[in-house]
Each structure stands twice: as C-alpha cells, then as structure tokens.
C-alpha cells in the first residue's frame, strides 16, 4: 500500500511540475518585443505613452497608412498617430505570418481615447501591420484600418 502512494505522490508531483505557474510578462517598450504580437503591442504602447521617437523610429521612411478614407504616406500618417491620446486599448484576435524577414500581423482592437475629431469609436476595429526586419531592427512599412468589425 505504501509504494501505491508513493507511487501516485511522485506522479502528482510530476504532473504538476510541467504546468507553467509563471505569469503573463507583458510587453512595455520595442526592445522587449520578439515577435509581430510583441511588435505590435509595443507599437500601441508606445503611442499610448507618446514616446513619438521610439514610435518614428519604427515606421519606414516608406511607410504606408490606409483608411477606409483613403492612403496616407508616412508623414501624414505620423503626424496622425501623434494627434491620438489613447487612454487604454485591447487587442484580440490576434494572427501572425511570419515570411522570412516580413511578419504580417492582423487583429480587432478597440481604442479608449480622442482625436481632434473627438472620441476615437468604441467598436472593435480590424487593422493589418506589415513588420519587417531591416539593419536597425524591426519597423512597421505599411498599417491598415480595414474598418469596423462585422458582426456574424
């Protein structure tokens, strides 16, 4: 009876050793970051701090911003960004592609917050970020709003 109980202890013990117990570590800052998820939560983060130089650090000389309103290059589109004040924002349905050097990043997210047209929409927006890795580091070339998401 009592190898049975030893026996049934060391399994516990080793079933509950291979759970991981460590908690989520958010991202803070671009350097933290290793994947286009980390990529783009560092991106909002940064936006929402308005750290403009880690944020203009990290869009193309090329970037491209689409809207339903229409294609933006990279200094209107940064001048935009740097209007924004966002509040809080969450992220969900989070997909990433890796090919190579490029990550293809698409997601809902709603943002908490106001532009100089007033308060920013409250309904989950599809958005699109084309990450890639260049000489110093990973940048954004290209940001898409597609637009509200549509309820099935």
């Given at each position: 009876m009592r190898p049975i109980r030893t026996c049934l202890l060391l399994a516990t013990l080793m079933i509950f050793s291979a759970c991981t117990v460590y908690p989520d570590h958010p991202i803070k800052a671009f350097s933290q970051a290793t994947?286009?998820?980390?990529?783009?939560?560092?991106?909002?983060?940064?936006?929402?701090a308005q750290d403009w130089k880690d944020v203009g650090a990290?869009?193309?000389?090329?970037?491209?911003?689409?809207?339903?309103?229409?294609?933006?290059?990279?200094?209107?589109?940064?001048?935009?960004?740097?209007?924004?004040?966002?509040?809080?924002?969450?992220?969900?349905?989070?997909?990433t592609e890796m090919n190579r050097d490029t990550f293809v990043v698409t997601y809902n997210i709603i943002l908490r917050g106001t532009s100089p047209a007033?308060?920013?929409p409250t309904v989950p927006e599809r958005r699109m970020t084309v990450w890639?890795?260049?000489n110093k580091g990973w940048i954004a070339i290209a940001h898409s709003v597609l637009g509200p998401v549509q309820q099935q």
């Open positions: 994947g286009g998820e980390g990529f783009e939560r560092a991106f909002w983060k940064e936006i929402q990290h869009l193309s000389s090329n970037f491209v911003y689409v809207t339903p309103s229409g294609r933006w290059e990279r200094s209107r589109a940064f001048e935009h960004i740097q209007s924004l004040r966002i509040q809080d924002f969450s992220i969900s349905d989070l997909s007033g308060p920013l890639q890795q260049q």
